[in-house]
């Protein structure tokens, strides 16, 4: 808990930033769909929902809102990880005494930012649903969209610090908007990203499951690197 209190201390002054960017990316993106008509009276808040984070292939504007805001998440959490001044880093390892505890703290972290900028796109969208008049409809749609998309993200967000722990960040930031842009343009289901439009997916659980195995890995794979790197 002390952890957390000082890595809450240490981005206190980016977390607004963070905050509000977040909030800006999705009211200008419902601000898009709102003009264009696609969200209307006459479409339920559920479907609202799964219309703005479903399948590119259900409707083919929908890119542009994907793009926004997974370059979005992308950038603003490389924010939340950026990296400390080397003895900082140091000291806060002598501190924990654990290599292990000193990373779950950043992925513990990257969590959290990745609930909080989800339940803000989702937040927006809903005060819109209100604003615009379409029939409020609270399901377990909205349960599900969340956690389909915070696990994806999550994903996504751990490849690309693995990937920046073995090259740099430059590298990790290609790889990982390459692999976004691929899986928002071409919807395969070898992309990850496939797996977090809620439409595309027909069997929730196991997704879930298999996604879950994937972030154990990758985690396993970072502390793995960690471990044998020299932080003096």
């Known amino acids: 808990m002390n952890s957390l209190k000082l890595e809450y201390r240490l981005l206190e002054k980016d977390i607004w930033k963070v905050v509000v960017v977040s909030i800006i990316l999705s009211v200008i993106n419902m601000l898009v769909y709102a003009k264009n008509g696609t969200v209307n009276p006459n479409i339920s808040s559920s479907g609202v929902l799964i219309l703005l984070f479903g399948s590119v292939q259900n409707y083919l504007m929908n890119w542009i809102y ?14 939340i990880w950026k990296p ?7 000291n ?7 290599v292990k505890r000193f990373w779950g703290v950043k992925f513990l972290t990257g969590f959290i930012f990745t609930c909080s900028y989800t ?8 005060i819109f649903c209100l604003l615009i008049g379409t029939p409020i409809i609270l399901d377990p749609v909205w ?25 740099v960040v430059e590298v990790a930031n290609i790889t990982i908007l390459a692999l976004l842009y691929a899986g928002i343009k071409l919807n395969y289901p070898f992309f990850p990203l496939y797996y977090g439009m809620f439409s595309n997916l027909n069997h929730f659980s196991i997704t879930v499951l298999v996604e879950f195995a994937a972030i154990i890995f990758i ?14």
């Open 143 to 167: 349960l599900l969209v969340y956690l389909c998309l915070i696990i994806n993200l999550y994903l996504h967000s751990l490849l690309w610090l693995l990937v920046k722990m073995y090259s």
């Open 92 to 98: 806060q390892l002598l501190r924990h005494k654990s």
């Open 66 to 79: 994907w793009i926004v805001f997974c370059v979005g998440y992308v950038i603003l959490m490389q924010i």
């Open 84 to 90: 400390r001044i080397h003895m900082f880093s140091v």
């Open 119 to 126: 339940f803000c796109a989702m937040a927006v969208t809903f």
């Open 219 to 232: 985690c396993m794979l970072i502390l793995q690197k960690a471990e044998k790197m020299d932080y003096l």
